[in-house]
T-cell receptor, first 118, second 112 residues
Framework: DAGVIQSPRHEVTEMGQEVTLRCKPI?????LFWYRQTMMRGLELLIY????????DSGMPEDRFSAKMPNASFSTLKIQPSEPRDSAVYFC????????????????FGPGTRLTVT | KQEVTQIPAALSVPEGENLVLNCSFT??????LQWFRQDPGKGLTSLLL?????REQTSGRLNASLDKSSGRSTLYIAASQPGDSATYLC???????????FGKGTMLLVSP
């Protein structure tokens, strides 16, 4: 398996522009996570999908951020308009969660997208 | 709210030394705990997963222990090598299908 795939790997944009980050989870996984990592705040969960449905979006900073998962193999995180304080590394992760037995298995992370907003 | 703390934030050791990384969590009612490794500019790689019913897990030169009652986990690395240089993060899950709460990590440098 190719693992979790993210694109682009690096993104440099100007303040006010729209940014779209993409993620392809591991085939067979039913849960997808978007995280943001900064030196100051560490790794923060932004949103969590299970079976393509957003379960917990309490970590999404504000209305400028939105995430979608139209199918089991693709998700996007969009920032519109972007601001310099959004500069961070954004990670996507996937895992299998069995809601019947309430069991979560290991999360696998993608390589991340380094976003710089000038 | 569960909080995870890792001490020290950075650690530098000579090659060959055995070392221990610490992780503490505020709520002892966890479901499992996971240790990750992060190389510079890369994503996280899962090292070990310990279920709440387990006391330890081993993988090669790595051994992770869990003491739920005291809210602590340790990652023991035997005979450290320069290739072990990375940031090590621990994360806890409070229920079977809750999300992970991460510590800020310990940055390890093993010098030859």
């Amino acid at each position: 398996d190719a693992g979790v795939i993210q694109s682009p790997r690096h993104e440099v944009t100007e303040m006010g522009q729209e940014v779209t980050l993409r993620c392809k989870p591991i085939s067979g996984h039913n849960s997808l996570f978007w995280y943001r990592q900064t030196m100051m705040r560490g790794l923060e969960l932004l949103i969590y999908f299970n079976n393509n449905v957003p379960i917990d979006d309490s970590g999404m900073p504000e209305d400028r951020f939105s995430a979608k998962m139209p199918n089991a193999s693709f998700s996007t995180l969009k920032i519109q308009p972007s601001e310099p304080r959004d500069s961070a590394v954004y990670f996507c992760a996937s895992s299998f969660v069995d809601r019947l037995t309430r069991t979560s298995y290991e999360q696998y992370f993608g390589p991340g997208t380094r976003l710089t907003v000038t | 709210k569960q909080e995870v703390t890792q001490i020290p934030a950075a650690l530098s050791v000579p090659e060959g030394e055995n070392l221990v990384l610490n992780c503490s969590f505020t709520d002892s009612a966890i479901y499992n705990l996971q240790w990750f490794r992060q190389d510079p500019g890369k994503g996280l790689t899962s090292l070990l997963l310990i279920q709440s019913s387990q006391r330890e897990q081993t993988s090669g030169r790595l051994n992770a222990s869990l003491d739920k009652s005291s809210g602590r986990s340790t990652l023991y690395i035997a005979a450290s090598q320069p290739g072990d240089s990375a940031t090590y993060l621990c994360a806890v899950r409070v229920s079977g299908y809750s999300t992970l709460t991460f510590g800020k990590g310990t940055m390890l440098l093993v010098s030859p």
